[in-house]
């Protein structure tokens, strides 16, 4: 999996790594409404799981740990957030086992939206807007390297090139792609050791 580069998708012009979350976000819910009233829910849900297990996923790699550092309290904000992002993950475990064809799946991810969503509002409120006064403009462009290889493995839309160059990292259940972005995260920051 050595031969994972970032590609073109992450050549966007965001270089502060708080735009560049907030914009995850916003991919977030709108793949969540695609989920509900899209065409093809089964590939919208895919693609719903890959951008939630990169985006937390570079959040708990990447960001949280500065926050921990900085913030005032940061051990307490950031311990509430890694538990809102343990039960999400097991939530979209539970669905993805369920599939969307399962008559529960509707209620069940009306529960995880709300869940992701407040989760988001809490990050946005407590988190995002300190760490930009917090840190440094070096420290804000490491972040946002670490964030934008992670995002190249998650494309939310079906581009051709880059889905068969992840492939392998995106397929299986929800906690194996987690695992795979870590390691890539891992090496793209250098601290996979
Ligand atoms: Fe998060
Ligand atoms: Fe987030």
């Given at each position: 999996m050595s031969d994972h580069r970032p590609t073109t998708e992450t050549t966007t012009d965001e270089a502060d790594v708080v735009d560049l979350l907030l914009r995850q976000h916003a991919l977030i819910r709108d793949l969540f409404d695609e989920v509900e009233t899209g065409g093809d829910r089964a590939g919208a849900f895919r693609r719903l799981v890959r951008m939630l297990a990169v985006h937390e996923t570079a959040e708990e790699e990447i960001v949280h740990p500065v926050a921990r550092r900085v913030l005032d309290g940061g051990e307490d904000v950031i311990d509430e957030r890694l538990a809102e992002e343990h039960e999400a993950k097991e939530m979209l475990d539970r669905l993805d086992q369920l599939g969307p064809d399962d008559p529960e799946f509707d209620k069940n991810l009306q529960v995880l939206r709300a869940a992701v969503l407040a989760h988001a509002r809490s990050e946005e409120r407590y988190e995002f807007t300190l760490l930009r006064a917090l840190t440094n403009e070096a420290e804000r462009r490491s972040m946002t390297l670490g964030v934008k290889a992670a995002e190249a493995m998650a494309p939310t839309r079906p581009h051709p090139?880059?889905?068969?160059?992840?492939?392998?990292?995106?397929?299986?259940?929800p906690v194996?792609?987690?695992?795979?972005?870590r390691d890539l995260i891992r090496k793209a920051m250098g601290t996979d050791g």
């Open positions: 090139g880059v889905e068969s160059a992840t492939a392998n990292v995106l397929l299986g259940p194996a792609i987690m695992d795979r972005t």
